[in-house]
């Protein structure tokens, strides 16, 4: 029965390649070419020259290589076709395909971009913005953070002398051609929601039974940032005491 990781062919078609395609984007998988639904051989025509034909446009329309196997049984010919999962992501005329239990399917803009972070290792705060530049960061929040670290021993003072560029080189916020990514502009920048519409700041206030969440949203104003700053002001404008049905 066809799985995960396996599907079966009558015969061979090139719109097949998509298949070899997502298994390569997920966890690899097998395909056979002469097998009915049911596993049963039903056996195809010109098995030898797709023996010769198929691991040639597995590797010009996909990048990677697959092993391609003959078979015979009770005289009937049939292929199977084995794909390792990919380190990196493939497509196939351009379009990135995922087997997906027993289906395939075609990524769309956002499933594309969560599965290229997943696939490279990447996480969503480390994403460079490229429209983003230092004009966007906030540099008085920058000051805070370096006058909170030296005051607690985490930074010395000679990083006061630091040029911007290299306190977010340095914080790893910026990469080696100077892109922004979107901790940088969470943590320090001017106005976080013009890049992150849904952009927030919370947290948590313990008692002795139960514990507090605060919400900062405001736009364009430092409650915006994510730390340093804005901790101060949530703080300051919030309840001296308050409760919620949240034990600890």
């Known amino acids: 029965m066809e799985s995960q990781n396996i599907e079966y062919k009558q015969s061979w078609k090139d719109d097949y390649l998509k298949w070899i395609c997502g298994f390569a984007n997920a966890q690899g998988g097998t395909l056979y070419i002469g097998i009915d639904d ?5 056996g195809i025509q010109d098995a ?4 010769e ?10 990048g990677i290589v697959a092993d391609v196997d003959f078979f015979q049984e009770n005289g009937k010919d049939y292929i199977r076709i084995s794909v390792l999962p990919s380190n990196t992501p493939v497509s196939y005329h351009g379009k990135l395909y995922y087997r997906s239990g027993s289906t ?6 956002t499933a594309v971009q969560n599965f290229l972070m997943k696939k490279t290792g990447a996480t969503w705060d480390t994403q460079i913005v490229k429209h983003a530049s230092l004009d966007d960061i906030d540099k008085s929040a920058i000051d805070y953070f370096l006058r ?3 005051d607690n021993g985490r930074l010395t003072n000679e990083v006061k002398n630091d040029s911007l560029q290299k306190i977010l080189t340095n914080l790893r916020l910026m990469d080696n051609d100077g ?3 979107m901790a940088a502009l969470m943590l320090f920048g001017k106005d976080p929601q013009r890049f992150c519409l849904n952009a927030r700041f919370k947290i948590g ?4 039974t139960s514990v507090t969440s605060l919400s900062c949203r405001k736009k364009g104003s430092s409650f915006a940032r994510a730390i340093p700053v804005p901790a101060d002001g949530c703080l300051k404008n919030s309840p001296k005491k308050t409760t919620t049905s949240s034990k600890v």
């Open 38 to 42: 049911n596993g049963n051989v039903v």
């Open 48 to 51: 030898k020259k797709l023996f």
């Open 53 to 62: 034909d198929i691991p040639n446009k597995v590797v010009n329309y996909i």
């Open 104 to 109: 395939l399917q075609e990524l769309n803009s």
């Open 148 to 150: 909170k670290g030296i």
């Open 179 to 181: 892109r922004l990514t």
């Open 205 to 208: 206030r313990f008692g002795r």
